[in-house]
């Protein structure tokens, strides 16, 4: 079974400074992906970063990057330069890459406040 | 590409009734989700479909808890007998591989 722990229920920081979110992860698989997704306050969950596990390079997205640490199970989210509309839930979520197996396993969330 | 489209978007019923939603795909996407969320909490897998097979159930799925995916489309969940345990946020995604793009949801409430 996979688990996803996010260790920090809540976080706030100012607007323009860089904000790290915490995730671990545990499965036996060797092959997977792992996201994290944004759900802002009665909006929708939006897809933030993807990364594949046999990519040893971390994944970044415009403002948005992560530190992929395999051997630890551990896959941070970075938001530099943070703005007001980042403020959401941030959900990290795993998923094994075998045919019939397809589900995402969310953590709990960590919700993000940018302050003004 | 116009998303994944959920409907209603609200749903309040009594104790006791059946209810059904709907889950457009994104047109190309062959593989669609349902989870369910609590307040406060991540999203939880209910089922999964490859085209019009359903490939995997939660043991969350209850019997009360039935989903199809006719001609590999759109799809329907149904509960019958809501409870009021069942309020929720259903969610619908859909993927053509890894990753999933999910829809705004059905909010449920149970009287």
């Known amino acids: 079974a996979q688990t996803v722990t996010q260790s920090q229920p809540e976080m706030s920081v100012q607007e323009a400074e860089t904000v790290t979110l915490s995730c671990t992860y545990d499965?036996?698989?060797?092959?997977?992906?792992l996201f994290w997704y944004k759900q802002p306050p009665s909006r929708q969950m939006i897809l933030v970063i993807r990364q594949e596990a046999y990519k040893q390079q971390n994944a970044t997205e415009n403002r948005f990057s992560v530190n992929f640490q395999k051997a630890a199970k551990s896959f941070s989210l970075k938001i530099s330069d943070s703005q007001l509309g980042d403020t959401a839930m941030y959900f990290c979520a795993s998923l094994i890459s075998n045919f019939g197996n397809e589900k995402l396993t969310f953590g709990t969330g960590t919700r993000l406040t940018i302050i003004p | 590409d116009t998303g994944v489209s959920q409907n209603p978007r609200h749903k309040i019923t009594k104790r006791g009734q059946n209810v059904t939603f709907r889950c457009d795909p994104i047109?190309?996407?062959?593989?669609l989700y349902w989870y369910r969320q609590t307040l406060g909490q991540g999203p939880e897998f209910l089922t999964y479909?490859?085209?019009?097979?359903?490939?995997?159930k939660s043991r969350l799925l209850s019997d009360r808890f039935s989903a199809e995916r006719p001609k590999g489309s759109f799809s329907t969940l149904e509960i019958q007998r809501t409870e009021q345990g069942d309020s929720a946020m259903y969610l619908c995604?859909?993927?053509?591989?890894?990753?999933?793009?999910f829809g705004p949801g059905t909010r449920l409430l149970v009287l």
């Open positions: 499965t036996s698989e060797s092959n997977y992906y």
């Open positions: 995604a859909s993927s053509l591989q890894g990753t999933q793009y």
């Open positions: 047109s190309e996407h062959n593989r």
């Open positions: 479909f490859q085209n019009e097979a359903q490939l995997e």
